[in-house]
Protein backbone atom coordinates (compact mmCIF):
# COMPACT_ATOMS: atom_id res chain seq x y z
CA UNK A 1 0.00 0.00 0.00
CA UNK A 2 0.90 3.62 -0.68
CA UNK A 3 0.02 6.83 1.31
CA UNK A 4 0.13 9.63 -0.38
CA UNK A 5 -0.57 13.18 1.82
CA UNK A 6 -0.31 16.31 -0.35
CA UNK A 7 -0.35 20.11 0.96
CA UNK A 8 0.43 23.67 0.39
CA UNK A 9 -2.84 24.42 -0.88
CA UNK A 10 -4.69 27.62 0.11
CA UNK A 11 -5.63 31.07 -1.16
CA UNK A 12 -3.84 32.87 -3.99
CA UNK A 13 -5.06 35.58 -6.05
CA UNK A 14 -4.90 35.30 -10.05
CA UNK A 15 -1.64 35.62 -11.97
CA UNK A 16 0.57 34.06 -7.98
CA UNK A 17 1.77 30.95 -7.54
CA UNK A 18 1.46 28.08 -5.08
CA UNK A 19 3.64 25.15 -4.61
CA UNK A 20 2.13 21.56 -4.29
CA UNK A 21 3.62 18.56 -1.89
CA UNK A 22 3.19 15.03 -2.33
CA UNK A 23 4.49 13.17 0.75
CA UNK A 24 4.59 9.43 0.00
CA UNK A 25 4.93 6.21 2.67
CA UNK A 26 4.46 2.82 2.00
CA UNK A 27 5.96 1.31 -0.97
CA UNK A 28 8.95 1.92 -2.37
CA UNK A 29 8.63 5.82 -3.87
CA UNK A 30 11.01 5.75 -6.94
CA UNK A 31 8.80 2.23 -8.19
CA UNK A 32 5.94 4.71 -9.19
CA UNK A 33 5.20 7.07 -11.72
CA UNK A 34 3.32 10.21 -10.23
CA UNK A 35 0.25 12.25 -11.31
CA UNK A 36 -1.38 15.25 -10.56
CA UNK A 37 -4.99 15.77 -11.27
CA UNK A 38 -7.74 18.42 -10.38
CA UNK A 39 -11.63 19.01 -9.96
CA UNK A 40 -13.49 21.52 -9.60
CA UNK A 41 -17.03 21.79 -8.42
CA UNK A 42 -19.23 20.46 -11.14
CA UNK A 43 -16.72 19.03 -13.31
CA UNK A 44 -14.82 15.90 -13.68
CA UNK A 45 -11.46 15.08 -12.66
CA UNK A 46 -8.69 16.21 -14.69
CA UNK A 47 -5.31 15.75 -15.36
CA UNK A 48 -2.58 18.27 -14.97
CA UNK A 49 0.80 16.52 -15.16
CA UNK A 50 2.26 13.54 -15.06
CA UNK A 51 6.63 12.49 -14.09
CA UNK A 52 8.26 8.88 -14.32
CA UNK A 53 9.84 7.39 -11.71
CA UNK A 54 13.28 8.29 -12.77
CA UNK A 55 11.98 12.09 -12.83
CA UNK A 56 13.35 12.10 -16.69
CA UNK A 57 9.34 12.46 -18.24
CA UNK A 58 7.10 14.48 -18.14
CA UNK A 59 3.99 15.37 -19.64
CA UNK A 60 1.24 18.14 -19.46
CA UNK A 61 -2.37 19.15 -19.80
CA UNK A 62 -1.95 21.60 -22.51
CA UNK A 63 -3.55 24.22 -20.95
CA UNK A 64 -0.93 24.72 -18.21
CA UNK A 65 2.11 23.98 -20.68
CA UNK A 66 4.74 26.54 -19.58
CA UNK A 67 2.84 27.88 -16.45
CA UNK A 68 2.94 24.25 -14.56
CA UNK A 69 5.94 22.36 -13.37
CA UNK A 70 6.28 19.14 -11.96
CA UNK A 71 8.99 17.70 -10.13
CA UNK A 72 9.82 14.76 -7.66
CA UNK A 73 12.93 13.72 -4.87
CA UNK A 74 12.65 10.36 -4.45
CA UNK A 75 15.14 10.74 -1.73
CA UNK A 76 12.54 12.52 0.30
CA UNK A 77 9.37 10.45 -0.85
CA UNK A 78 7.82 13.44 -2.14
CA UNK A 79 6.78 15.09 -5.35
CA UNK A 80 5.74 18.36 -6.20
CA UNK A 81 3.64 20.40 -8.66
CA UNK A 82 4.91 24.37 -8.89
CA UNK A 83 1.66 26.32 -10.18
CA UNK A 84 2.61 30.05 -11.64
CA UNK A 85 0.49 32.20 -13.58
CA UNK A 86 -2.56 30.90 -11.45
CA UNK A 87 -6.21 31.49 -13.27
CA UNK A 88 -9.45 31.84 -11.65
CA UNK A 89 -11.07 29.16 -13.55
CA UNK A 90 -8.04 26.70 -12.16
CA UNK A 91 -9.99 26.82 -8.63
CA UNK A 92 -10.20 23.24 -7.78
CA UNK A 93 -9.19 20.29 -5.60
CA UNK A 94 -5.45 18.73 -6.80
CA UNK A 95 -4.79 15.07 -6.41
CA UNK A 96 -1.83 13.72 -6.15
CA UNK A 97 -1.76 9.97 -7.12
CA UNK A 98 0.71 7.49 -8.01
CA UNK A 99 0.61 4.20 -10.65
CA UNK A 100 2.62 1.38 -12.00
CA UNK A 101 3.27 3.05 -15.59
CA UNK A 102 4.11 6.24 -16.62
CA UNK A 103 2.53 9.15 -18.94
CA UNK A 104 -1.06 8.17 -18.27
CA UNK A 105 -3.31 11.30 -18.20
CA UNK A 106 -6.50 8.86 -17.51
CA UNK A 107 -7.36 8.39 -13.60
CA UNK A 108 -8.00 4.73 -14.30
CA UNK A 109 -3.87 4.56 -14.90
CA UNK A 110 -3.26 5.61 -10.92
CA UNK A 111 -3.78 2.91 -8.43
CA UNK A 112 -3.65 5.07 -5.14
CA UNK A 113 -4.83 8.96 -4.63
CA UNK A 114 -4.12 11.40 -1.89
CA UNK A 115 -6.81 13.18 -0.04
CA UNK A 116 -6.30 16.37 -1.99
CA UNK A 117 -6.09 19.83 -1.47
CA UNK A 118 -7.96 23.31 -2.11
CA UNK A 119 -6.30 25.70 -4.44
CA UNK A 120 -8.42 28.87 -4.94
CA UNK A 121 -7.89 31.59 -7.13
CA UNK A 122 -8.99 34.70 -6.24
CA UNK A 123 -9.68 37.99 -8.86
Known amino acids: QVQLVESGGGLVQAGGSLRLSCAASGRTFSSLALGWFRQAPGKDREFVASISQSGAGTNYADSVKGRFTISRDNAKNTGYLQLNSLKREETAVYYC????????????????WGQGTQVTVSS
Open 97 to 112: AAGPIAARVDVTGYNY
